[in-house]
């Protein structure tokens, strides 16, 4: 059996109709390799879709202003990955005149691109025969070839990795590299595979030798660190105005130029929900006085690299007093880019204290069961 030719038959009658697939236009694809990046395909689709309606070449996106298209990318996650691809655009139009570069070294160089990316443009729009090694890639190559070496040493991906460049086909390395992605994305997925079904189990080593189960291996897990967040959720009223005091994201941290709300910094260890010390707060509302409302939490919010644990911390306060955030009216609060999570919770204020803030979101997903009734 041809591993080459089986797995690119397979692709030609078993793709997906995307989008990107219907081009190969480097732009599309690289936007389409960037949203997908850590995205599944069902999730990333209509974000490419409003994404590249919005931006339809690398022109307009260099032009874009970051806060409008954090706000488009706005539920995807991984941030950086959209500041990353508006400063790759205007490096774009600034070193190859709006010309998407065509050799595998000058995309790689783009701010946001790794190998797999570069790969995956290289090949799809330029014909460059270059691999893609992604999980799915290493998960299927394991599996065929029976490699039981953890796969996240950079020993096997270099092993795989040239083991694909032996494989693929160079008239055609566009259609072999998204034939291996979707056929580990479908096909030889995580649990359960269906090998019965498949065209290559003939070969496959595991399939054989029963230890489809058992690939690919994995190092032992990194502990994901816990972290407490206390915000303190403030709103205004003055005059006819009213909404809330955002902060956006200056620090090295996560959710970078995204806005939040302001933090409570502890001072020394106290338990976690008490109320906040509304003295120690006087002094910075001055000469108004806070009104406390109620506390949230705690609401637990996974993260890549950490597990947040969030309260929130509700005050309101007659008149506008002079803090160091931005005061945003609710009826601007839609247009700012937020985490998923404070985008959440902004939501449920809406929905389970209308008396508290006298604005309407669009309707949306919500925390309700993690909402305390308001502690007038
Ligand atoms: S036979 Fe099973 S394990 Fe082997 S490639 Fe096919 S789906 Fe994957």
Not at 11 to 21: G, M, V
Not at 224 to 249: A, C, N, W
């Amino acid at each position: 059996m041809d591993f080459t030719t089986t797995i690119i038959d397979w692709y030609l009658q078993n793709k997906r109709d995307l989008p990107w697939r219907r081009t190969r236009d480097p732009y599309l694809i690289w936007v389409s390799e960037i949203i997908l990046q850590q995205t599944r395909v069902e999730q990333g689709l209509p974000y490419f879709i409003k994404i590249t309606r919005a931006y339809p070449d690398i022109r307009s996106l260099a032009g874009a202003e970051e806060q409008e298209l954090l706000k488009l990318w706005q539920g995807l996650g991984y941030y950086t990955r959209a500041r990353n691809m508006l400063a790759a655009s205007r490096v774009i139009m600034d070193r190859y005149q709006g010309v998407f570069p065509g050799d595998y070294a000058s995309i790689r160089a783009l701010k946001g691109i790794g190998d797999y990316t570069a790969a995956a443009i290289a090949s799809i729009a330029f014909n460059v025969p270059h691999p893609v090694v992604d999980g799915n890639v290493l998960r299927l190559f394991s599996r065929f070839f029976g490699i039981d070496i953890p796969i996240d040493r950079s020993s096997v991906k270099k092993e795989i990795h040239d083991l694909a460049q032996s494989l693929i086909d160079p008239e055609n390395p566009g259609d072999f590299n998204q034939a291996v992605m979707e056929f580990g994305a479908r096909v030889c997925i995580p649990s359960n595979p269906d090998c019965n079904a498949c065209c290559l189990s003939e070969s496959c080593r595991a399939y054989k030798t029963g230890m489809v189960h058992l690939l690919p291996k994995r190092s032992e897990k990194q502990i994901v660190p816990d972290r407490t967040i206390h915000y303190l959720v403030i709103s205004y009223q003055q005059g006819q105005e009213s909404g809330l005091f955002m902060k956006q994201r200056e620090e090295r941290d996560i959710w970078h130029h995204l806005f939040d709300f302001p933090q409570y910094q502890e001072e020394r260890e106290r338990h976690p929900g008490s109320p906040i010390p509304l003295k120690s707060l006087k002094r910075w509302f001055s000469p108004h006085h806070p009104d406390f409302q109620g506390v949230t939490g705690p609401v637990k919010h996974k993260l890549t690299h950490q597990n947040l644990s969030v309260w929130f911390y509700r005050f309101h306060v007659n008149g506008k007093p002079r803090l160091p955030y931005q005061a945003v009216p609710f009826h601007e609060l839609k247009f700012l880019p937020v985490p998923r999570l404070i985008d959440r919770y902004i939501r449920d204020l809406f929905i389970f204290a209308p008396g508290f803030l006298n604005f309407k979101m669009d309707d949306g997903p919500a925390l309700s069961k993690k909402i305390n009734p308001p502690l007038h």
